[in-house]
């Protein structure tokens, strides 16, 4: 009896191995196939269409996180801001985009400093914090040595080279831990 239930096994095991084989996985084919199933004189014809499932790269987080800040350019500065009905300031800009992406950010520059990992000036990527004047004011990089920010009362945000001004008042940039 022992080696007629080992036969079984080995035979379920096999059947259940060649169909993995010859049946495609879920979403490895875009053709449509088809299987035929015959029982007696009777047959019946299947259709299956099986769908590729086609993965587009997706942005880096930094990238999105600067598509998504460009839409406020023109907002005007509101010291305190914190939202584009009542108007930015600095942190209160940085602490909105990034919200939108589930990152929680004091509104402060200066607690924003202490978020992520420092980043030398030379490996800067979209959406690193970049900071200048003594820590007192906060961007995001844009990438080619660009920051869009909320700059100053009468302003608006906008995106500014890392020139003249920023240029002389920089002080760090922080990569923030999602981003990486």
């Not at 108007?87 to 400093?113: A, E, K, Q, T």
């Not at 979209?126 to 040595?145: K, M, T």
């Not at 995106?159 to 922080?174: G, L």
Request: with cysteine; aromatic share 12%; charged share 15%.
């Amino acid at each position: 009896m022992r080696p007629l239930r080992f036969l079984i096994l080995l035979l379920v095991l096999a059947s259940a191995l060649f169909v993995a084989l010859v049946r495609p996985l879920p979403g490895s084919a875009s053709e449509a196939t088809t299987t035929t199933t015959g029982t007696g004189t009777q047959s019946k014809k299947h259709t299956h269409r099986i769908r590729r499932h086609h993965h587009v790269a997706r942005p880096a987080l930094g990238t999105r996180v600067v598509s998504y800040a460009r839409r406020f350019i023109g907002t005007p500065y509101s010291w305190g801001g914190s939202s584009p009905r009542t108007g930015f300031d600095c942190s209160g800009f940085v602490r909105y985009v990034w919200g939108h992406f589930g990152i929680s950010l004091p509104h402060s520059s200066y607690g924003d400093v202490s978020r992520g990992r420092a980043v030398l000036r030379k490996y800067l990527k979209p959406g690193d914090l970049v900071f200048f004047a003594g820590n007192s004011h906060v961007g995001i990089y844009v990438g080619g040595n660009r920051v869009i920010d909320a700059p100053h009362s009468g302003a608006v945000v906008h995106i500014s080279t890392m020139s003249d001004w920023y240029s002389y008042e920089y002080d760090a940039a922080r990569r923030l831990a999602s981003a990486a």
